[in-house]
């Protein structure tokens, strides 16, 4: 711990500091840093060269994009899931490595949940109900297998049954999630 000219306590933030802490790795090599105020301001003045962070809005397209591929064609591809699994993974890796040493700080901005995001994943979900239905039935032939009546209006009649069902669970599930948060 220092004390700085005012009177303020401060506890060693990096291994430029002259404290031995025991949680930073403080390298010899480097001279000792006398003030802790021109530590703090040689590590602001560098953060201030590095690039302006723009935003959330083209990692938020990138994910509804990824979601959208996964849900459209979810019974065409099942594994879409896994590998998606995989790949935001690897997306979290790199931008947590891009904001901590590529990007300046974002600016904190209070936000009540996802804005115009929220409407475009409900339509996608609507949109992948229609398609996984119509595939598991009319390609798959899923109607066949369970041995049901298959005559045309009666294949019809599961398609749009199957949809409402679908629809009621999306409907639930969004109702029971408005109840939890906060």
């Known amino acids: 711990r220092r004390t700085d000219a005012l009177g303020g306590t401060f506890t060693a933030l990096c291994s430029y500091c002259c404290c031995c802490c025991s949680c930073c790795s403080y390298d010899?090599?480097?001279?000792?840093?006398?003030?802790?105020r021109e530590t703090m301001a040689?590590?602001?003045?560098?953060e201030a060269q590095l690039a302006r962070y723009e935003g959330?809005?083209?990692?938020?397209q990138s994910v509804t994009l990824q979601f959208c591929f996964m849900m459209l064609f979810a019974a065409v591809f099942p594994w879409a899931g896994i590998a998606n699994l995989f790949y935001q993974t690897l997306e979290i890796r790199v931008d947590a490595y891009k904001l901590?040493?590529?990007l300046q700080r974002p600016m904190a901005t209070v936000a009540?949940?996802?804005?115009p995001w929220r409407a475009i994943m409900y339509i996608i979900i609507?949109?992948?109900?229609?398609?996984?239905?119509?595939a598991i039935l009319f390609i798959y032939r899923a109607a066949e297998e369970?041995?049901?009546d298959t005559s045309g209006t009666n294949k019809m009649r599961l398609f749009v049954y199957l949809q409402y069902i679908l629809?009621?669970?999306?409907?639930f599930l969004a109702v029971v999630r408005a109840e939890v948060s906060p």
């Open 100 to 102: 901590v040493n590529l």
């Open 28 to 36: 010899d090599s480097l001279p000792p840093v006398t003030n802790l």
């Open 56 to 60: 959330i809005g083209s990692e938020l």
């Open 112 to 115: 009540r949940d996802i804005g």
């Open 146 to 148: 369970l041995e049901l």
């Open 126 to 134: 609507g949109l992948s109900i229609v398609t996984n239905s119509y």
């Open 167 to 171: 629809v009621a669970a999306v409907i």
């Open 42 to 46: 040689r590590q602001v003045w560098q």
